[in-house]
């Protein structure tokens, strides 16, 4: 069973403000995409148990154009505070790595 990393073409985390952060998943070809869209392999439930939230916190957003998923969820800790690790939020996608897609 091949890893999300191995059907994507990018993969990333970022902030959306100081209070969000964004997840871009971005597929190699439409086909995949879809199946991966439609088993909802990325959903609420993943992220609220990965990062520790309440699923009704996670937005997940289909882009049939690009053939991408974007997912914002809320940052445990607001951008430039003092118990932050990632200002930029750009080491927030590693679990998402290793997803598997069937």
Do not use: C, H
């Amino acid at each position: 069973m091949p890893k999300l990393w191995q059907v994507t073409k990018l993969i990333r985390s970022k902030n959306s403000g100081p209070f969000e952060l964004t997840f871009d998943v971005i597929f190699k070809d439409r086909a995949t995409y879809e199946k991966v869209r439609d088993a909802k392999i990325i959903n609420p439930q993943w992220f609220a148990q990965t990062y520790r939230l309440a699923p009704e916190a996670v937005s997940i957003i289909n882009y049939d154009a690009a053939s991408a998923i974007k997912i914002t969820i809320p940052r445990p800790v607001i951008s430039g505070d003092i118990n932050d690790t990632d200002v930029f939020g750009g080491q927030q996608y590693g679990p998402l790595v290793e997803i598997d897609v069937p």
